[in-house]
């Protein structure tokens, strides 16, 4: 069963404007990873932010974490076509056995 | 030129045959993962192993069948037992067994049912 859920599934904006994504999940974790991925493509790491952190900048990628709502998020501020992609988040659980288990996804469409 | 490779890049297969998808990793990690990926939707793990000569059941492992003989190889066998095989098929490793440590993607087979 898929541990993340992802809001919106669909996210459309113009360049230069900042997206926002975010992922519920529903037991405890280690960790919550983003990942990108380009249509066609393998998934590429962007991000990784632990249980005891609440907020991680990484570039123009800004990742909170809540571990009282059980939620995270991924900002990606003055957004760039190239920025087009499909964004996943994964969690490892509190119990760790090295699995990722992945949410659906949110496809961003940036438009120049 | 350190990575993760998977071959071919697309892949036919006719209705009851088995196919062999290759994965392979020169970055010395120690797990490698299977994921299955459906259109719009997320990453189902297949198998994984976390060291050579053993490796376990994902959420998905019916009709599929691994084998990591070597370190740096980790090939996925689709039977003709797994009744809907059409779909995107990622390979994975990462550093050390049961860490949490991200993991690298190889960049895909597609498998199309004939």
């Known amino acids: 069963s898929q541990q993340g859920e992802e809001d919106p599934q669909a996210l459309s904006i113009q360049e230069g404007e900042n997206a926002t994504m975010n992922c519920s999940y529903k037991t405890s974790i280690n960790n919550l990873q983003w990942y990108r991925q380009n249509s066609g493509r393998g998934l590429v790491h962007l991000i990784l932010?632990?249980?005891?952190?609440r907020e991680k900048h990484s570039g123009r990628l800004r990742v909170t974490l809540d571990t009282s709502k059980k939620s995270s998020s991924l900002l990606i501020t003055a957004s760039r076509a190239a920025d087009t992609a499909s964004y996943f988040c994964?969690?490892?659980?509190?119990?760790?056995?090295?699995?990722?288990?992945f949410g659906q996804g949110t496809t961003l469409q940036v438009k120049p | 030129d350190g990575g993760i490779t998977q071959s071919p890049k697309y892949l036919f297969r006719k209705e009851g045959q088995n196919v062999t998808l290759s994965c392979e990793q020169n970055?010395?990690?120690?797990?490698m993962y299977w994921y299955r990926q459906d259109p719009g939707q997320g990453l189902r793990l297949i198998y994984y192993s976390q060291i050579v000569n053993d490796f376990q059941k994902g959420d998905i492992a019916e009709g599929y069948s691994v084998s990591r003989e070597k370190k740096e190889s980790f090939p996925l066998t689709v039977t003709s037992a797994q009744k809907n095989p059409t779909a995107f098929y990622l390979c994975?490793?990462?550093?050390?067994?049961?860490?949490?440590?991200?993991?690298?993607f190889g960049p895909g087979t597609r498998l199309t049912v004939l």
């Open positions: 994975a490793s990462n550093n050390v067994a049961g860490a949490t440590d991200t993991q690298y």
């Open positions: 970055l010395n990690h120690d797990a």
């Open positions: 994964a969690t490892v659980f509190a119990s760790n056995t090295g699995k990722l288990i």
């Open positions: 932010i632990r249980s005891n952190e």
